[in-house]
């Protein structure tokens, strides 16, 4: 049963249009969506969580439609939203801050509440900085102070956009234990450009690029988008749509192999290159 | 060390149930510090629930983090300490903010004193009245709200209805508006009708404001009216022989029906705070 229903949604900003069509849904469990920058993921994740309307399309969430008032608001109080540049009341220390959202979740009772700030608190790993001013803190702090509220009230469903951008390989692992071991009967839903988050979280991938769906199952049916058309070479093959050096001094191509290449076993990024072509690649390689 | 006696349950139990007298409690209490049999029976006749929720209590009032200045100080006044953290989080009730108005205030009030002349002093008053009425446009706008609220969209996304959130923190802005504005009132030259010229001005332009806001991005809406304001205020002072005609009768009654139409409209449209960004 799909928590989540995506269905022809579109969006334009004056004369940008940002998405063009995008249909797909999620039930519960981590869905990832991958896509390079003004792919349309902010967007569509700014939907989810109630907070821009779709030009046209439907959308429904936890079986609800948020363009209907007390539909929205019973969405709301199932929902956790991490934005992609979390804003903060800089003077407030992390414990404040999060007590400021959890008071916005209608957590009205003050003992209960503040337990709640601390156990989201430690769940990221900040109880040993809850008094300090968010402005004392480091950028992978903030985004865990951001995480943490996102997590209050265990939401049924938790949109997550580019949760990981700006922490360490620990953190990043961290962020993993913690959102994987809600999400077995909770629906996430993650963006990210960062195709190893895909691959280490999420059962359910959808690729999206211009505003449009481009690929919509797990990550191994998007590796397998690049199964024989990776291969090996001591330079740039010109069959290749994609091609770099590697550590190795030898060039990995992407592309129809030519016969007799030395192909290999690819990977989701392959798969995730090859769906996006030369614009996510030049946004890699940055 | 070892004890010679016991307590027996009866007392153990009034004991638990904090039924002793204080000298016989005191009394007991040292009793038990040294008798492990006595202290195994206050626990097997106390109320574990009520001491968890005791411990809770200790916990948290060792354990809560102590709050800024502001919010204890509205605290202090009556005001609940979840409503005190969001009027704590308005970007226009800092103490920036409300410096820069006092000093708008401040440069009125200076302008209309320090005058050798009185038209001089009089178009200082102007300057005061319209100032005034202005101020809380602006802090209002600023109140909630995308752009100048960081967390606007987390707090949208929340269950919290953003009207609710708005007028509490309009209402705060325009308290804090109205007593500055009052305070440096008594200053102007003359304590005439204009010490409270802009009081209906000011709450006119707000609504105005609050209600054009249920249609365009508040910012935008302020901005609107803050210029609708200063052209019509200084074209009427212009165009008739008194300058202060828009604070007089006339002016009085315009803005008292501006007060009516907008709060209709703010009533109809309040679920357009709700419905999310205006992009």
Same mark, same amino acid.
């Given at each position: 049963m799909p928590t989540v229903q995506v269905i022809g949604i579109?969006?334009?900003?004056?004369?940008?249009?940002?998405?063009?069509?995008?249909?797909?849904?999620?039930?519960?469990?981590?869905?990832?969506?991958?896509?390079?920058?003004g792919a349309g993921k902010t967007t569509l994740l700014r939907m989810m969580a109630t907070v821009l309307a779709p030009d046209a399309g439907q959308l429904r969430l936890l079986g609800w439609d948020p363009g209907k008032a007390d539909e929205r608001l019973a969405i709301r109080r199932r929902l956790g939203y991490m934005p992609q540049e979390p804003g903060f009341h800089r003077n407030?220390? $992390?414990?404040?801050?999060?007590?400021?959202?959890?008071?916005?979740k209608e957590m009205v009772d003050r003992r209960a509440r503040h337990d709640e700030v601390r156990r989201v608190l430690e769940l990221v790993g900040l109880e040993g900085v809850a008094g300090r001013k968010i402005k004392a803190l480091s950028g992978g702090m903030r985004r865990r102070v951001a995480l943490g509220q996102a997590l209050l009230g265990d939401p049924d469903l938790l949109v997550l956009d580019e949760p990981t951008a700006g922490l360490d390989p620990e953190q990043r692992l961290r962020f993993r234990e913690i959102v994987s071991?809600?999400?077995?009967?909770r629906t996430v839903i993650l963006s990210t450009h960062q195709t190893e988050d895909v691959a280490a979280l999420c059962p359910r991938v959808v690729v999206m690029n211009d505003g449009r769906t481009l690929f919509d199952g797990t990550p191994a049916e998007l590796t397998d988008v690049a199964r024989g058309r990776v291969w090996l070479a001591p330079e740039r093959a010109p069959e290749a749509h994609l091609s770099w050096r590697t550590g190795d001094g030898r060039h990995r191509n992407i592309g129809t192999a030519p016969s007799g290449a030395d192909v290999i076993e690819p990977t989701v990024e392959d798969g995730y290159l090859l769906l996006v072509g030369s614009k996510a690649f030049?946004?890699?390689a940055a | 060390?070892?004890?010679?006696?016991?307590?027996?349950? $009866?007392?153990?139990? /009034?004991?638990?149930?904090?039924?002793?007298?204080?000298? /016989?409690?005191?009394?007991?209490?040292?009793?038990?510090?040294?008798?492990?049999?006595?202290?195994?029976?206050?626990?097997?006749?106390?109320?574990? $629930?009520?001491?968890? /929720?005791?411990?809770?209590?200790?916990?948290?009032?060792?354990?809560?983090? #102590?709050?800024?200045?502001?919010?204890r100080g509205l605290v202090r006044l009556g005001v609940s300490d979840h409503v005190a953290r969001l009027l704590a989080a308005t970007p226009s009730l800092r103490l920036s903010w409300l410096g820069a108005e006092a000093l708008a205030l401040g440069f009125a009030v200076v302008a209309a004193n320090s005058a050798i002349t009185e038209r001089g002093r009089s178009l200082g008053t102007f300057l005061f009245l319209v100032v005034?009425?202005?101020?809380?446009?602006?802090?209002?706008?600023?109140?909630?709200?995308?752009?100048?609220?960081?967390?606007?969209?987390?707090?949208l996304a929340s269950p919290m209805r953003s009207f609710g959130l708005l007028m509490t923190r309009a209402a705060a802005v325009l308290g804090t508006s109205t007593v500055l504005a009052g305070v440096a009132a008594l200053s102007l030259p003359g304590m005439g009708w204009t010490t409270?010229?802009?009081?209906?001005?000011?709450?006119?332009?707000?609504? $105005?404001?609050?209600?054009?806001?249920?249609?365009? #991005?508040?910012?935008?809406?302020?901005?609107?009216?803050?210029?609708?304001?200063?052209?019509?205020?200084?074209?009427?002072?212009?165009?008739?022989?008194d300058r202060f005609e828009?604070? /007089?009768?006339?002016?009085?009654?315009?803005?008292l029906v501006i007060i009516a139409l907008s709060t209709i409209v703010i009533a109809r449209r309040r679920e357009a705070f709700e419905q999310g960004v205006r992009e």
């Open positions: 579109e969006k334009s900003f004056l004369r940008t249009r940002a998405l063009a069509g995008v249909t797909f849904d999620a039930g519960a469990g981590i869905t990832g969506l991958l896509g390079p920058n407030f220390t $992390a414990f404040e801050f999060v007590d400021y959202v959890a008071i916005l071991e809600r999400s077995a009967d030049d946004e890699e | 060390m070892t004890t010679t006696w016991h307590a027996d349950t $009866a007392l153990l139990t /009034r004991y638990a149930s904090g039924e002793l007298d204080q000298a /016989r409690a005191y009394s007991l209490e040292a009793h038990l510090l040294a008798c492990d049999t006595c202290r195994a029976g206050v626990a097997a006749v106390s109320d574990h $629930a009520q001491l968890d /929720r005791m411990w809770a209590e200790v916990a948290e009032a060792v354990d809560a983090p #102590r709050t800024g200045v502001v919010e005034a009425a202005l101020l809380p446009v602006g802090g209002v706008a600023a109140a909630y709200g995308p752009g100048l609220d960081p967390t606007y969209e987390v707090s409270v010229a802009w009081l209906l001005p000011s709450l006119g332009l707000t609504l $105005a404001s609050l209600a054009l806001a249920t249609r365009v #991005r508040p910012l935008v809406a302020a901005g609107s009216v803050t210029f609708a304001w200063a052209a019509v205020s200084v074209i009427l002072a212009h165009a008739s022989h828009i604070f /007089r009768g006339g002016g009085q009654a315009a803005f």
